[in-house]
């Protein structure tokens, strides 16, 4: 599980050119039924939440100081690809009992 005050860093690919950003990742607050992150580029920030009691629609933007470039689709992408990267870390994939190496 995560704790507060652990970071890391993501690495996004903008949707439509090779551009890459980095961003750091730090968990702000953690409870039984949410996880808070603040996302950082430069002097741009974030937050977001994953609310780990909902089945659907777990993740929110609670505060940003930035716009997004692009039109909805591309925005969304980039959302989502940013959720993915912190689920990724948060809950890496397991290999099955049954592989071996």
């Known amino acids: 599980m995560i704790l507060v005050g652990e970071k890391f860093e993501i690495i996004i690919q903008r949707f ?4 890459k950003f980095k961003m750091k990742v730090e968990c702000i607050y953690v409870s039984e039924q949410v996880l808070r992150f ?17 089945k659907t629609n ?22 989502m690809n940013i959720q993915d990267r912190i689920e990724y870390y948060i809950n ?3 290999k099955p009992n049954w592989y071996k190496e």
């Not at 439509?16 to 551009?19: F, H, L, V």
């Not at 937050?47 to 780990?52: D, V, Y």
């Not at 929110?60 to 992408?77: H, S, V």
């Open 16 to 19: 439509g050119d090779s551009k």
């Open 38 to 54: 603040k996302i950082t580029g430069g002097q741009k920030e974030m937050i977001m939440e994953k609310l780990l009691l909902k």
């Open 58 to 79: 777990q993740w929110k933007i609670t505060k940003m100081n930035f716009q997004f470039e692009g039109d909805d689709k591309t925005i969304a992408l980039a959302i």
């Open 92 to 94: 890496p994939p397991t």
